[in-house]
T-cell receptor, first 113, second 117 residues
Framework: ETGVTQTPRHLVMGMTNKKSLKCEQHLGHNAMYWYKQSAKKPLELMFVYNFKEQTENNSVPSRFSPECPNSSHLFLHLHTLQPEDSALYLC????????????FGSGTQLSVL | GDSVTQMEGPVTLSEEAFLTINCTYTATGYPSLFWYVQYPGEGLQLLLKATKADDKGSNKGFEATYRKETTSFHLEKGSVQVSDSAVYFCALSEVDSNSNSGYALNFGKGTSLLVTP
């Protein structure tokens, strides 16, 4: 148990659906992240939030829309996804600027049909 | 830009065998180096780290030495167990002057390790 909880664990959706991924951290951290993990590719950093403010968006398509209502919660809203978006989406948190010590959730395995 | 390169997996070993997973990096400055581990069905966890040249990180019997001259941070364990079966990620962290978050963390592709009884 890392203190970072992601729901759902598995999600199957069609290309026209709208769904949301949720992440919650109980560690008192100020920074939260979304990563995409695809087979045989490096982990891809998608978004970074620091004190609820988005500080990085690494050229992520607009069909992915993050939301950070407070320092403990992070959402990733999904709409009109493509099959190539199927991947494991990992949420992580850290105390602040020291991103080296990341605490990861178990991820949401997303399949887009 | 900064990056890490890991050996391709999967690596299959018998229990009690010696493990080496190679990692080399490219960086413009003086990065910190890490190994993260991902057990099946879980997220990544920090395994060990080293913040300057010649530092040795160690944890749970795993070791890695920061070698600036060869730009390497190879992961080793003298005697692996079945419970070590996981995916191992080498990572690099350096101050990112373009980001007001301060540090960038770049991961390798991961090396899958399977240890058989």
């Amino acid at each position: 148990e890392t203190g970072v909880t992601q729901t759902p664990r598995h999600l199957v959706m069609g290309m026209t659906n709208k769904k949301s991924l949720k992440c919650e951290q109980h560690l008192g951290h100020n920074a939260m992240y979304w990563y995409k993990q695809s087979a045989k590719k490096p982990l891809e950093l998608m978004f970074v939030y620091n004190f609820k403010e988005q500080t990085e968006n690494n050229s992520v398509p607009s069909r992915f829309s993050p939301e950070c209502p407070n320092s403990s919660h992070l959402f990733l809203h999904l709409h009109t996804l493509q099959p190539e978006d199927s991947a494991l989406y990992l949420c992580a948190s850290s105390r602040g600027r020291l991103r080296e010590k990341l605490f990861f959730g178990s991820g949401t395995q997303l399949s887009v049909l | 830009g900064d990056s890490v390169t890991q050996m391709e997996g999967p690596v299959t070993l018998s229990e009690e065998a010696f493990l080496t997973i190679n990692c080399t990096y490219t960086a413009t400055g003086y990065p910190s180096l890490f190994w993260y581990v991902q057990y099946p069905g879980e997220g990544l966890q920090l395994l060990l780290k080293a913040t300057k040249a010649d530092d040795k990180g160690s944890n749970k019997g795993f070791e890695a030495t920061y070698r600036k001259e060869t730009t390497s941070f190879h992961l080793e364990k003298g005697s692996v167990q079945v419970s070590d079966s996981a995916v191992y990620f080498c990572a690099l962290s350096e101050v990112d002057s373009n980001s007001n978050s301060g540090y960038a963390l770049n991961f390798g592709k991961g090396t899958s390790l399977l240890v058989t009884p």
